[in-house]
């Protein structure tokens, strides 16, 4: 769509108060138009320092001001003259000269083009009212006759009201027969003696000026009636007045014209007098009452609120009682002051030449007339000069610029009037942009712009914009030319950027102005607040993150809000803080809860986003508590209103009591209910007094406890339980223990209280003994051994017995077993498992409860040392009743000795005829150490240790040693010897591969089998020697690998003896060296070596290999941790040095692991 390529400007019209001016800037010669001023009426109170008519104008040349006062010049004392707003001609009146300053005022401002007015602007200053002093006679008549008590109330500032009092302030009653009219005098249809008093008091308050004035006191006396055949003296006795016709005390006539203006509000009232009192009836005669009517003063005045024309018409009101009735009549008019039908006249900027048409249309009742001004002068019909006045229109044909000026058009009636101020500006002149040239304009992406082009020229201009680079018109569906003359762009676009030029052109001439636009980027949230849930009393944090064009960053702020309300963030103690968009609630509580919205805001645009944040806190307290009885006080029900749960539903209510006999002061649960119920029925202990509460509770914690019940008092009663948990023990061997479980204080429920313990023997006639008794323990004397016993327990107090209790049975004390198991016999599962059997005791000589057998096995000697005494013990325990066990960890090829004996709670039984077996032989433990020497390039010497333990005769070892691949780790070949002789402790192998990687593996036999082996990996080495150095080398290097592996070997074993030694034990030394008839033991320097006994094989910790390569002299080794390793066990050493020792019951750590790699291969 194309837009307007050019647009004539409308001129808008401004009112101000009752004068319409033109919008012309005034940097243009203009009429003075009036832009404020006091409206009428002013009223000057008594209490008013100061009274301040006010009237501004503008205008070019600036206006000059004067006043008139009821028609006649004024000089304004003070007129304002300051510097700073030298266009104001208000003026003000102090309170002290206000009164010689009432009257009708006007202002007029003016400078060379013309004149302006303002209304008439009345200042009214009341007198202070007042009641004349007067003595007034006392008013006497006869009963039943009317009386009017005359106020006659000063004028005074409305509002104005009316009471009636007596001289003690009581306020005199009204109803039908007696009641105030709107004139404030008080109307009495008929009198009646009790009307006789002497203080009428008329009092009427005028609250604007907050003044009460008072009449003097008026009397009334009413005079009673007497029977005619009575005399004065003869009492008291009156007769009831006689019956009177009505009539109307106000108002008087038989008919009131009644002249209202539209919107007020009319009263019509009518007081009779006669007797009885009339009653007063209301019609509007050929027409309905008004649905806006309504009857006041007991029906005697009618009032229709915002009085309309359709009220217009003839009312009547009819007083009526038994003896006649009374009419009077009203006739409603309802006028109007004079009011502008549509709009005041409006100014006009015209060229030269034209005619002019200025029209003051009005209307009013009566019709209003209109008087018409120039300048404030009487302007009159004046053909000859082409000036015409024409009731309500005033015509200027062919005007000129000397007819400019302010015309004034006043429209009056007696009910008021209206004055508007038209200008009237008759020029020629070129266009002038009143808009700042280059004006710069930002605008946020996707928003709409307006660029001004305000323009003021007469004739009205034609307007055009125009992008700089180019002089076409602007077109587009998104340009508009407003009717103001400026550029609107809906949903700027970042190409929008840049410079406009606005044109203004008419027949006087033209004039441009340039506007630049900058597009920027939107302000936009990019990570709102999300909706959160927060526990009372912990930090609620609130992300907000936002873009915005960087060019903005000076202006850009984040704001948050709660509820609508700006969150303060600088006062001290605040709560809140937000540091990088993040909002921080320190110590939430539940005010906190709330619709929060982060507002990311520039001097252009803004973004906002909102959450929810939801405090989740402990429940309220419950409320309304209350305990009522069931079937009797000590089964009360407990209601109760759950308190606000803070958005965490409540799981269950926790009822709570407290009772002022026992614990004072100490609140204890007494019931729980679920979080749906809000009642509970509780039995209650008796012989208290109770107090109840109740808390909630939900997922986030319990809640405050609610205020506590009044007191419940309970009343005394037989216990409702007995004892529990009756425990029966036998400390003696002929003596029963008998303890329970006493009542608490609150279940005594009386005074008294005190147990019956009864006791009989079970499953013979047996009669039962009784003992009463106040402590909860009894002891039963002389009994048999472990004989069988009911007993039962019965608590009782003042007021009764409890219920029938329970019987227990149970037995008297306990002795150690009689008798030994019999027919013990083993079997020999393997070298470390036995099976051992017996025949149980009889019962009879358990003499108490059956806790098990204990199983006991000596280790005498070893088969493989007969002559050396061992005495290891060892016992085990299998619980129940039972005839067999199975008895592990034995040591091989060793003699033993077993036993076998019954035992309960008090000890054990007499043990059971020993027997005697044997081990068989087992394969060896693991070779403690194997080391690798003297590597020759096919052949490589092994060194290694005896096994600490041989399990039986050793016969020898098998070596197996593995060709392995440097490159894959895998096998190439595998090898294996044994060797003969227990004694032999060192092999060198020969037949290997020059410069290969060989992995060994060596493991001692017996006639069993061989044990687990060691690893251990070496390589031969690649060079050849010469002939001369071969020698001295092969020598030498045999003997430094030999020395290493003895050195190491004896270091070992002095170690694991030391350690052993420190572990401590039993062990039986051997008394000298030369006895031992072991040969394996002969062949370790001279060192004795005791024996091992481990059936559980660990491997050593890692060792180094050692190897012999040129003039490197590399001997095998053992690392520090293979030394304390093989040393862990323990040992002693005897007075000669040699180490004894013996291993039973433990795990050996010490050997040499295996190299990493994968694991032994057996060929």
Same mark, same amino acid.
């Given at each position: 769509?194309?837009?307007?390529?050019?647009?004539?400007?409308?001129?808008?019209?401004?009112?101000?108060?009752?004068?319409?001016?033109?919008?012309?800037?005034?940097?243009?010669?203009?009429?003075?138009?009036?832009?404020?001023?006091?409206?009428?009426?002013?009223?000057?109170?008594?209490?008013?320092?100061?009274?301040?008519?006010?009237?501004? %104008?503008?205008?070019?040349?600036?206006?000059?001001?004067?006043?008139?006062?009821?028609?006649?010049?004024?000089?304004?004392?003070?007129?304002?003259?300051?510097? @700073?707003?030298?266009?104001?001609?208000?003026?003000?009146?102090?309170?002290?000269?206000?009164?010689?300053?009432?009257?009708?005022?006007?202002?007029?401002?003016?400078?060379?083009?013309?004149?302006?007015?303002?209304?008439?602007?009345?200042?009214?200053?009341?007198?202070?009212?007042?009641?004349?002093?007067?003595?007034?006679?006392?008013?006497?008549?006869?009963?039943?006759?009317?009386?009017?008590?005359?106020?006659?109330?000063?004028?005074?500032?409305?509002?104005?009201?009316?009471?009636?009092?007596?001289?003690?302030?009581?306020?005199?009653?009204?109803?039908?027969?007696?009641?105030?009219?709107?004139?404030?005098?008080?109307?009495?249809?008929?009198?009646?003696?009790?009307?006789?008093?002497?203080?009428?008091?008329?009092?009427?308050?005028?609250?604007?000026?907050?003044? &009460?004035?008072?009449?003097?006191?008026?009397?009334?006396?009413?005079k009673s009636l007497k029977p005619d055949n009575q005399s004065a003296g003869s009492g008291n006795a009156t007769e009831a007045p006689p019956m009177r016709i009505p009539s109307l005390l106000l108002p008087s006539g038989v008919q009131t014209e009644k002249v209202l203006l539209k919107g007020e509000e009319l009263q019509l009232e009518c007081i009779p007098e006669g007797f009885p009192t009339p009653k007063i009836e209301w019609r509007k005669m050929g027409d309905k009452l008004s649905t806006r009517t309504t009857f006041n003063n007991f029906g005697k005045l009618l009032t229709?609120?915002?009085?309309?024309?359709?009220?217009?018409?003839?009312?009547?009101?009819?007083?009526?009682?038994?003896?006649?009735?009374?009419?009077?009549?009203?006739?409603?008019?309802?006028?109007?002051?004079?009011?502008?039908?549509?709009?005041?006249?409006?100014?006009?900027?015209?060229?030269?030449?034209?005619?002019?048409?200025?029209?003051?249309?009005?209307?009013?009742?009566?019709?209003?007339?209109?008087?018409?001004?120039?300048?404030?002068?009487?302007?009159?019909?004046?053909?000859?000069?082409?000036?015409?006045?024409?009731?309500?229109?005033?015509?200027?044909?062919?005007?000129?610029?000397?007819?400019?000026?302010?015309?004034?058009?006043?429209?009056?009636?007696? *009910?008021?009037?209206?004055?508007?101020?038209?200008?009237?500006?008759?020029?020629?002149?070129?266009?002038? &942009?009143?808009?700042?040239?280059?004006?710069?304009?930002?605008?946020?992406?996707?928003?709409?712009?307006?660029?001004?082009?305000?323009?003021?020229?007469?004739?009205?201009?034609?307007?055009?914009?125009?992008?700089?680079?180019?002089?076409?018109?602007?077109?587009?569906?998104?340009?508009?030319?407003?009717?103001?003359?400026?550029?609107?762009?809906?949903?700027?676009?970042?190409?929008?950027?840049?410079?406009?030029?606005?044109? @203004?052109?008419?027949?006087?001439?033209?004039?441009? &102005?340039? %506007?630049?636009?900058?597009?920027?980027?939107?302000?936009?949230?990019?990570?709102?607040?999300?909706?959160?849930? &927060?526990?009372?009393?912990?930090? @609620?944090?609130?992300?907000c993150q936002a873009e915005y064009d960087k060019s903005l960053q000076g202006t850009f702020e984040l704001l948050w809000r709660k509820d609508g309300e700006e969150i303060p963030l600088s006062f001290e103690n605040s709560r809140y803080f937000v540091d990088d968009g993040m909002l921080q609630i320190m110590n939430v509580n539940l005010s906190d809860e709330g619709i929060y919205t982060c507002i990311a805001r520039t001097n252009l645009d803004e973004d906002n986003a909102t959450a929810l944040l939801t405090v989740l806190d402990v429940p309220d307290a419950p409320t309304n508590?209350?305990?009522?009885?069931?079937?009797?006080?000590?089964?009360?029900?407990?209601?109760?209103?759950?308190?606000?749960?803070?958005?965490?539903?409540?799981?269950?209510?926790?009822?709570?009591?407290?009772?002022?006999?026992?614990?004072?002061?100490?609140?204890?649960?007494?019931?729980?209910?679920?979080?749906?119920?809000?009642?509970?029925?509780?039995?209650?202990?008796?012989?208290?007094?109770?107090?109840?509460?109740?808390?909630?509770?939900?997922?986030?914690?319990?809640?405050?406890?609610?205020?506590?019940?009044?007191?419940?008092?309970?009343?005394?009663?037989?216990?409702?339980?007995?004892?529990?948990?009756?425990?029966?023990?036998?400390?003696?061997?002929?003596?029963?223990?008998?303890?329970?479980?006493?009542?608490?204080?609150?279940? *005594?429920?009386?005074?008294?209280?005190?147990?019956?313990?009864?006791?009989?023997?079970?499953?013979?006639?047996?009669?039962?003994?009784?003992?009463?008794?106040?402590? *909860?323990?009894?002891?039963?004397?002389?009994?048999?051994?472990?004989?069988?016993?009911?007993?039962?327990?019965?608590?009782?107090?003042?007021?009764?017995?409890?219920?029938?209790?329970?019987?227990?049975?149970?037995?008297?004390?306990?002795?150690?077993?009689?008798?030994?198991?019999?027919?013990?016999?083993?079997?020999?599962?393997?070298?470390?498992?036995?099976?051992?059997?017996?025949?149980?005791?009889?019962?009879?000589?358990?003499?108490?409860?059956?806790?098990?057998?204990?199983?006991?096995?000596?280790?005498?000697?070893?088969?493989?040392?007969?002559?050396?005494?061992?005495?290891?013990?060892?016992?085990?325990?299998?619980?129940?009743?039972?005839?067999?066990?199975?008895?592990?960890g034995l040591q091989p090829f060793s003699e033993y000795r077993l036993t076998v004996n019954v035992f309960n709670k008090k000890g054990n039984g007499p043990n059971s005829d020993p027997v005697t077996f044997s081990t068989p032989e087992g394969v060896p433990e693991q070779v403690p150490i194997l080391t690798t020497s003297n590597a020759q390039k096919d052949s490589i010497l092994l060194v290694w240790g005896p096994p600490l333990e041989s399990n039986g005769i050793l016969t020898g070892y098998l070596l197996q040693y593995h060709l392995i691949n440097e490159t894959t780790l895998?096998?190439?070949?595998?090898?294996?010897?044994?060797?003969?002789?227990?004694?032999?402790?060192?092999?060198?192998?020969?037949?290997?591969?020059?410069?290969?990687?060989?992995?060994?593996?060596?493991?001692?036999?017996?006639?069993?089998?061989?044990?687990?082996?060691?690893?251990?990996?070496?390589?031969?080495?690649?060079?050849?020697?010469?002939?001369?150095?071969?020698?001295?080398?092969?020598?030498?290097?045999?003997?430094?690998?030999?020395?290493?592996?003895?050195?190491?070997?004896?270091?070992?074993?002095?170690?694991?003896?030391?350690?052993?030694?420190?572990?401590?034990?039993?062990?039986?030394?051997?008394?000298?060296?030369?006895?031992?008839?072991?040969?394996?033991?002969?062949?370790?320097?001279?060192?004795?070596?005791?024996?091992?006994?481990?059936?559980?094989?660990?491997?050593?910790?890692?060792?180094?290999?050692?190897?012999?390569?040129?003039?490197?002299?590399?001997?095998?080794?053992?690392?520090?941790?293979?030394?304390?390793?093989?040393?862990?066990?323990?040992?002693?050493?005897?007075?000669?040095?040699?180490?004894?020792?013996?291993?039973?019951?433990?795990? *050996?750590?010490?050997?040499?692991?295996?190299?990493?790699?994968?694991?032994?291969?057996? @060929?």
């Open positions: 769509m194309r837009l307007a390529g050019s647009l004539q400007l409308v001129l808008f019209l401004a009112l101000t108060s009752r004068a319409a001016g033109l919008d012309i800037p005034l940097e243009v010669e203009q009429v003075p138009t009036i832009t404020t001023h006091t409206l009428s009426p002013v009223i000057g109170l008594p209490f008013d320092n100061t009274v301040t008519l006010r009237c501004e %104008a503008k205008g070019n040349p600036p206006p000059v001001y004067r006043w008139t006062k009821d028609g006649q010049d004024f000089i304004a004392p003070h007129l304002s003259k300051s510097k @700073a707003n030298p266009s104001d001609g208000t003026f003000v009146l102090y309170n002290k000269q206000l009164v010689q300053f009432k009257g009708k005022y006007r202002c007029y401002a003016s400078n060379k083009l013309g004149t302006a007015m303002t209304e008439e602007i009345e200042v009214i200053v009341p007198n202070i009212p007042k009641f004349p002093k007067e003595t007034i006679d006392p008013i006497v008549v006869e009963e039943g006759q009317p009386i009017v008590l005359k106020c006659n109330p000063p004028e005074g500032m409305p509002p104005r009201q009316i009471f009636w009092m007596s001289i003690d302030l009581q306020h005199i009653e009204q109803d039908e027969r007696v009641s105030v009219g709107i004139d404030g005098n008080l109307y009495f249809s008929n009198a009646l003696q009790k009307d006789s008093r002497p203080d009428y008091c008329c009092n009427a308050a005028f609250s604007r000026i907050r003044t &009460i004035v008072q009449k003097t006191p008026m009397a009334v006396m009413v229709i609120s915002a009085i309309e024309e359709s009220d217009e018409g003839k009312y009547m009101c009819k007083a009526k009682n038994p003896a006649g009735e009374a009419v009077h009549y009203f006739d409603v008019i309802v006028e109007e002051p004079p009011k502008w039908l549509t709009e005041p006249p409006q100014s006009q900027l015209t060229v030269i030449g034209t005619d002019v048409h200025i029209k003051c249309s009005v209307s009013g009742k009566p019709l209003p007339d209109i008087t018409w001004r120039r300048n404030g002068e009487i302007f009159e019909d004046d053909p000859l000069n082409n000036r015409r006045v024409l009731d309500d229109t005033v015509v200027l044909h062919n005007a000129m610029p000397g007819d400019s000026g302010v015309y004034q058009c006043e429209a009056s009636n007696r *009910h008021g009037s209206i004055l508007a101020n038209v200008n009237i500006m008759v020029m020629n002149m070129a266009p002038l &942009i009143l808009t700042k040239d280059h004006q710069e304009y930002a605008v946020v992406q996707g928003k709409d712009i307006v660029m001004n082009c305000s323009v003021f020229s007469s004739p009205p201009p034609t307007i055009f914009w125009a992008r700089d680079e180019t002089p076409e018109t602007i077109t587009g569906e998104r340009f508009f030319t407003l009717q103001s003359g400026s550029l609107q762009i809906t949903s700027a676009e970042k190409n929008d950027s840049g410079k406009y030029v606005c044109d @203004a052109i008419n027949k006087e001439g033209e004039s441009a &102005i340039t %506007a630049v636009l900058d597009v920027k980027d939107p302000t936009k949230i990019i990570e709102p607040p999300q909706d959160v849930q &927060i526990i009372s009393g912990t930090t @609620a944090q609130l992300m508590i209350e305990v009522s009885e069931l079937k009797s006080e000590r089964n009360v029900s407990l209601s109760w209103i759950p308190g606000r749960d803070h958005n965490s539903s409540v799981t269950e209510f926790i009822v709570e009591y407290e009772e002022s006999q026992w614990d004072p002061g100490r609140w204890k649960e007494l019931q729980k209910v679920p979080g749906n119920q809000a009642t509970a029925e509780l039995a209650l202990y008796g012989h208290l007094n109770y107090q109840f509460r109740v808390y909630a509770v939900n997922a986030i914690g319990p809640g405050p406890p609610s205020e506590p019940t009044e007191r419940h008092k309970t009343p005394p009663a037989a216990p409702d339980r007995n004892p529990e948990n009756i425990k029966i023990q036998g400390h003696l061997p002929h003596q029963m223990d008998i303890s329970w479980e006493p009542l608490l204080p609150i279940e *005594h429920n009386g005074p008294g209280l005190e147990y019956r313990v009864s006791y009989r023997k079970l499953g013979v006639e047996d009669v039962w003994r009784e003992h009463l008794v106040k402590r *909860h323990s009894f002891v039963v004397r002389n009994t048999s051994t472990f004989v069988p016993y009911e007993i039962k327990i019965q608590s009782r107090n003042s007021h009764g017995w409890g219920p029938e209790p329970k019987i227990v049975t149970g037995y008297s004390g306990e002795d150690v077993p009689s008798a030994a198991p019999r027919d013990v016999a083993v079997e020999v599962i393997n070298t470390t498992v036995l099976r051992v059997s017996w025949t149980p005791v009889p019962t009879a000589t358990l003499r108490g409860h059956l806790r098990g057998y204990d199983v006991h096995w000596l280790r005498k000697w070893s088969l493989r040392n007969p002559n050396k005494a061992l005495d290891e013990r060892h016992s085990l325990s299998f619980p129940g009743k039972r005839s067999h066990a199975i008895v592990p895998e096998v190439v070949d595998s090898q294996e010897m044994n060797i003969t002789g227990a004694d032999t402790t060192q092999w060198q192998l020969q037949g290997l591969e020059e410069g290969s990687f060989y992995r060994f593996h060596l493991s001692a036999c017996t006639r069993v089998g061989c044990g687990p082996p060691q690893a251990q990996e070496s390589s031969t080495i690649t060079q050849p020697l010469m002939a001369g150095q071969q020698s001295n080398f092969s020598t030498q290097g045999w003997f430094i690998g030999t020395m290493c592996a003895v050195a190491l070997l004896t270091l070992v074993v002095l170690m694991a003896c030391f350690v052993q030694r420190n572990k401590g034990g039993k062990y039986a030394v051997k008394e000298k060296e030369d006895l031992h008839p072991d040969m394996e033991s002969q062949g370790m320097n001279d060192d004795t070596f005791c024996e091992y006994s481990d059936s559980d094989e660990k491997p050593l910790k890692g060792s180094s290999l050692c190897t012999l390569n040129g003039d490197d002299v590399v001997g095998d080794s053992v690392s520090r941790d293979s030394l304390v390793d093989y040393a862990d066990g323990g040992g002693e050493f005897n007075e000669d040095g040699s180490f004894i020792g013996e291993y039973s019951g433990r795990k *050996h750590g010490g050997s040499v692991s295996e190299p990493s790699g994968p694991s032994p291969v057996t @060929a």
